[in-house]
Each structure stands twice: as structure tokens, then as C-alpha cells.
């Protein structure tokens, strides 16, 4: 079987960012799978309008029709999800308004409040509506281990039980990608 293609997403544009040390570290760990191949994509490199907006600019239309073509080319996806008021930010729920995640895979690294929980199970619940299958294991940074990784050099994979969960998001995002491309495969050669 072909090795499955995930994007990490980075799910945070704010200036001094978090979102770049989970990202870094779970795309590593895809990388160290015999079947799976990884692709950061940044939302900074998507300057997009907001869903329905009217007026949109050439630009933004532009680059959220490259997003939905980019997001085309993979079998599932991990976001790193910033929670802020308890929800996601809202330049990741409009990139996923705006994208295409039908029958793939969904899986989140979360920090903040309570390690990213509630917006995690906001975007659960809005990737259902997308037509997506989301994994049951998550990853969520407390905000002892935030402050440990800015502040005295640690590591998210110093954390045993952050490796662990990581291993089991991915090990589920590969059991659904496969099942879910074969699902497609057949329903397009039918």
C-alpha cells in the first residue's frame, strides 16, 4: 500500500506564535513513519478572505482557491489548534469554511486553556458538518508544558505522555486514512 500524504496544519497566524513548536514536533514524528509522508502548511502563507465576504480581493480569492487545491492532495490532516476564549482562532475555522476535508481524517494538537480541549471539541463537532472523520485521540499541551518549551527550553518530546498520544493520533489517522482511501477509490471507479 502507497504511503498516506498528511498535512500539519498550523493553525495560529498570531505574531509570536506557539503553533510553530507542536507543528515542528507531530510533523517529525509523521516523518519517522515508513507510512505516512508530511507537508506543513502554514496559514500565513494563505492570506485569505472570510467565508461569504463580498468583498473579497483578487489576492485572497486567489490564494483561498490555492488553499482548497492544496488541501486536494492529501489523504488526512493534524491541526494545531491555539484555543483563545475557548474556541479555535478564527483564522483556522475560516481556512476550513473555506477547504475541502470530505471522507479524510482529522486529528489535533491543542494548547492553551485546559490543553486546547473546548476548541478541540468545537472543530470536532464542525468537521462532522465538513464531512470528515475525526480521531478520537488528541494531543493536548497544558499550560505547564506551553511554559516550559518558551521559557526553559524543553521540548514537547520530553513528555512521555505527549508521546503517547501522539503515536496514538497517528496510528489512528493512518487506520482511517487507508480505510477512507480505499473507500474513495471504489466509490470513484464505480
Not at 131 to 144: E, L, N
Not at 146 to 155: I, R
Amino acid at each position: 500500500m502507497s504511503k498516506l500524504k498528511i498535512a500539519v496544519i498550523v493553525g495560529s497566524t498570531r505574531i509570536g506564535r506557539f503553533a510553530e513548536h507542536p507543528a515542528k514536533w507531530i510533523a517529525e514524528l509523521v516523518g519517522q513513519r515508513a507510512d505516512l509522508d508530511v507537508e506543513i502548511l502554514d496559514l500565513l502563507d494563505y492570506p485569505m478572505h472570510f467565508f461569504g465576504e463580498e468583498r473579497a480581493t483578487t489576492a485572497e480569492s486567489e490564494s483561498a482557491e490555492r488553499w482548497k487545491k492544496k488541501l486536494r492532495e492529501f489523504d488526512g490532516f493534524i491541526f494545531t489548534v491555539a484555543e483563545y476564549n475557548h474556541a479555535p482562532t478564527a483564522v483556522l475555522k475560516n481556512a476550513i469554511d473555506l477547504g475541502e476535508f470530505i471522507q479524510k481524517p482529522v486529528g489535533f494538537v491543542g494548547y492553551g486553556g485546559v490543553g486546547g480541549a473546548r476548541a478541540v471539541e468545537q472543530l470536532r463537532l464542525i468537521f462532522v458538518e465538513m464531512g470528515a472523520a475525526s480521531v478520537k485521540t488528541g494531543v493536548h499541551i497544558a499550560f505547564s508544558e506551553y511554559l516550559a518549551v518558551l521559557k526553559e527550553g524543553k521540548s514537547l518530546g520530553d513528555y512521555a505522555h505527549l508521546n503517547e498520544a501522539a503515536k496514538n493520533l497517528l496510528d489512528q489517522i493512518t487506520w482511517w486514512g487507508n480505510a477512507l482511501k480505499a473507500a474513495r477509490s471504489v466509490v470513484t471507479s464505480a
